[in-house]
């Protein structure tokens, strides 16, 4: 490891004294209360998100562009869009639903988008849905142009992209919400160097998680500021009706396990019980749904554990299984737990309730990433160091650019600094070769 520069070295100190600082004292104390009843934080929209206009049809969608985000929002109904695809990439377009923190939902209210050609035909492996329980927290789904050789909807052109709101229940919400739109683009493997079928048999056994002193690691609202982790146990909390997300890199072979616990609530009631307390969900690094899990709390210890994924492999697109067919490519894996608004009918819903989240990452090393024809990480893709140092930092999407900005910011000053001293010794030499002439003239 290379050693870090004075400087380098001190911003970090400062931003992880920061960072400790502000989530020792989010923290709930035991036997405390709040003060006063705050509102749930909203989710955080993606720094540079656009405003955009779905249509009801095809006619003047508008485009939406492979690497940009979007910001719209949709009643229930379907908005369209229009794309323009490569012949060599697989293509994930994401839709994420984020309405007001709070808010109801009818239950088994939906988001499901689909990628389709002018034709009207949906493309394979579409389309991508996810369906909330009795809480509207921020839902994603995801519809995709997979790259197979001589498949449907590989040749280069125009595309659509349907994403559609389901509301049929007597109790679904009719308001609009917002929803976040992302395109993400994974490069196509070099010719002969990726599989074409699931791969065989892998570790299915049920996780073994980390039983070390936890560590605190506050969520974020959303995908765009969800906290990183890496292997080990974190310490988080939280109130009724809200939804903390966190990421884990996981590169190629390897295989996450995770569990999410929450401790005793003060309860109001002498009893009560939600159904849907305590939820575990897992995404993709595109936003897909991979798996998701969820145990009923009474105001007792709850825990609830995903089982292990399978390996990370690209063969995974071809499996049978949704959960398998989650886990294709190496990147970033977004970890969603939400406490059920129910909860808040027979607890303090204005205190937080501690969450432990334990999270263990196995394998990898031994399985070969498959060769790209571009770089994957220039995609949006892959595990690379700044992911990992990432994770053991602890740090959110912009706090971590804003830790490159600072990387570059103190390198700029060192070679600053590094020009001005060699300019003044090249002076000072050339001063005193100077003198060492005159005084040796006659």
């Known amino acids: 490891m290379k050693p870090r520069l004075p400087l380098q070295s001190g911003l970090r100190a400062v931003r992880a004294a920061l960072l400790a600082g ?3 004292a989010a923290l709930w104390p035991a036997g405390s209360a709040l003060a006063a009843p705050q509102p749930l934080p909203e989710y955080r929209v993606a720094d540079g998100a656009r405003r955009i206009e779905g249509k009801p049809s095809t006619a003047d969608a508008p485009l939406l562009e492979t690497g940009a985000v979007y910001e719209d929002v949709l009643a229930p109904g379907e908005r369209v869009y229009r794309l323009n695809l490569d012949a060599a990439s697989s293509v994930y377009v994401s839709a994420v639903l984020h309405p007001p923190p709070g808010t109801a939902a ?5 988001l499901e988008v689909e990628v ?7 493309c394979p492996g579409n389309p991508g849905r996810a369906a909330f329980g009795y809480d509207a927290v921020p839902l994603g789904a995801v519809g995709q142009r997979l790259f197979v050789e001589d498949a449907e909807c590989q040749a280069a052109g125009t595309y659509y992209v349907k994403v559609t709101r389901s ?3 007597k109790d679904s919400p009719g308001a609009a919400w917002p929803v976040e739109l992302q395109v993400r683009r994974e490069p196509a493997p070099a010719a002969g160097a990726a599989p074409t079928a699931a791969p065989g048999a892998w570790p299915s056994a049920s996780p073994v998680l980390p039983g070390s002193d936890p560590v605190p690691r506050g969520g974020g609202t959303g995908f765009n500021d969800a906290r990183a982790l890496g292997a080990g146990v974190w310490r988080d909390e939280l109130r009724p009706g809200q939804t903390r997300f966190y990421r884990v890199p996981l590169d190629w072979g390897q295989q996450l396990g995770i569990g999410a616990e929450i401790a005793k609530a003060r309860m109001t009631k002498d009893y009560g019980s939600a159904s849907d307390g305590l939820t575990l969900a897992l995404y993709s690094p595109y936003r897909g749904p ?14 609830v554990t995903l089982p292990r994924t399978a390996p990370v492999a690209y063969g995974n697109r071809f499996a049978d299984e949704a959960a398998v067919r989650g886990v294709r490519v ?7 737990v939400t406490l059920g608004g129910k909860v808040g009918e027979f607890t303090e819903d204005a205190a937080a309730v501690p969450l432990t989240l334990r999270v263990a990452v196995s394998g990898g090393g031994s399985a070969a990433a498959p060769v790209y024809r571009e770089s994957l990480g220039a995609a949006g893709f892959g595990v ?3 992911e990992r140092s990432a994770a053991r930092e602890g740090l959110t999407a912009p706090e971590a650019a804003a830790a490159r900005e600072d990387d570059r910011s103190a390198m700029r000053v060192v070679a600053v600094a590094g020009f001005g001293a060699g300019a003044v010794l090249l002076l000072g030499l050339g001063g005193w070769v100077l003198l060492a002439r005159r005084s040796g003239r006659p």
């Open 116 to 122: 389709m050609t002018t034709g009207g035909r949906s």
């Open 22 to 24: 502000a989530l020792g």
């Open 167 to 169: 509301a049929a229940g």
């Open 330 to 336: 190496a990147g970033w894996y977004y970890v969603a």
């Open 106 to 110: 009818g239950y088994g209210d939906g």
């Open 384 to 386: 690379g160091e700044a």
């Open 290 to 303: 991979v798996e998701s899990r969820g145990t009923s709390y009474d105001g007792k210890q709850a825990a």
